[in-house]
């Protein structure tokens, strides 16, 4: 889901700037190391990736770890057992080593590797201990690290431990901002935490944005909630949030898939005046879902809506399949 995707825009902290080009294979035979180079090929042994991990750590490029982490996550190797751990592992085990053997201490950006890493192999009784480890060596951790860190926890279905790491962020004073809150929203499970997510974000002085309402309507259509959804809908202008594209595709999809067909439409053509359609499958589902619930003018008016906003040209062809099948035209 766009929302989701949206908050991870947001609350992403591990990134690397810098341009990569050379094979990872020839980075790991070089005696000495060489800016830039790269940190994202596949065909890699294990040995190499150690000794790849234990040259990025060597020369400080932190940053690029992470770039080799997210780069193996669609090696065909991942599916193997223990390849992707191992991967992690490589940086896990040498994480102790680096003040004696590479003379610098780890900062935040390590910190954060590390901390994911262990989330990501499970070794949850290592995490809160590590993090308690960086505020005795008086390193800040920055709202952007929390929510990382609760994304990942998230992600893992580890939602006690994330509720624990959130009740430790709010007694470190660490400021909260709409993307952490949004972190939280993306994975509510219930109707009733909805409300209570709004409210606990007025009473912090955090206003939810367009992400939030995307996430929170997404709850509601998951109980098949297709009023309370549409509600939040029709209320996004009086709490001063403009609907973007996904929050059309979704209303749209979603709003068709419960068969509330005119709610849907009315969404549809919020999207035609604001210059946001959504793409060819929704629409599909919403047209086909009137025309066989006998709403035959409706599925031709957004037909025709279509051809006026891009011309007869630019339709695609399936319309006009759909106008021959049900006597649209």
Same mark, same amino acid.
């Given at each position: ?66 770039? +080799?982490?997210?780069?193996?996550? =669609?090696?065909?190797? !991942? *599916?193997?057992?223990? %390849?992707?751990?191992? #991967?992690?592992?490589? @940086? ?38 590590? +993090?308690?480890?960086?505020?005795? =060596?008086?390193?800040? !951790? *920055?709202?952007?690290? %929390?929510?990382?860190? #609760?994304?990942?926890? @998230? ?175």
């Amino acid at each position: 889901m766009y929302a989701l995707r949206s908050s991870v825009r947001h609350c992403r902290f591990f990134t690397t700037t810098r341009t990569i080009t050379t094979s990872l294979t020839h980075f790991a035979a070089k005696p000495k190391l060489h800016e830039p180079e790269n940190v994202s090929s596949t065909g890699t042994s294990g040995d190499d990736l150690e000794l790849i991990v234990k040259r990025l750590v060597a020369s400080r490029r932190l940053s690029d770890v992470e770039t +080799l982490i997210q780069s193996h996550k =669609k090696d065909p190797k !991942i *599916t193997e057992e223990n %390849y992707f751990s191992s #991967l992690i592992r490589s @940086y896990v085990n040498l994480f102790d080593e680096m003040p004696e053997r590479y003379g610098f201490s780890p900062d935040e950006v390590s910190y954060g590797i590390f901390v994911k890493s262990l989330i990501h192999l499970r070794l949850l009784d290592k995490v809160f201990p590590v +993090l308690d480890e960086i505020k005795e =060596k008086n390193i800040e !951790i *920055t709202t952007a690290f %929390y929510a990382t860190v #609760l994304f990942d926890m @998230y992600k893992k279905g580890m939602v006690a431990e994330a509720e624990k790491l959130w009740k430790e962020m709010v007694k470190n004073g660490c400021s909260h901002d709409v993307a952490l809150y949004n972190v939280r929203a993306a994975h509510l499970m219930e109707p009733g935490e909805v409300s209570k997510l709004i409210d606990e974000m007025k009473a912090k002085g955090v206003k939810p944005d367009i992400t939030t309402y995307n996430y929170l309507s997404t709850v509601y259509f998951k109980h098949d909630m297709a009023e309370d959804a549409y509600k939040i809908y029709q209320e996004l202008e009086k709490h001063g949030c403009v609907p973007n594209h996904a929050t059309f595709r979704h209303f749209i999809s979603s709003l068709s898939n419960l068969k509330e067909f005119e709610w849907a439409l009315e969404v549809f053509k919020d999207s035609v005046s604001s210059n946001a359609v959504s793409p060819t499958e929704t629409l599909k589902i919403l047209v086909l879902g009137l025309a066989e619930s006998s709403k035959r003018k409706e599925a031709k008016e957004v037909i025709r809506m279509l051809r006026d906003k891009y011309g007869p040209d630019q339709v695609r062809p399936i319309w006009n399949e759909i106008e021959v099948k049900f006597g649209l035209n």
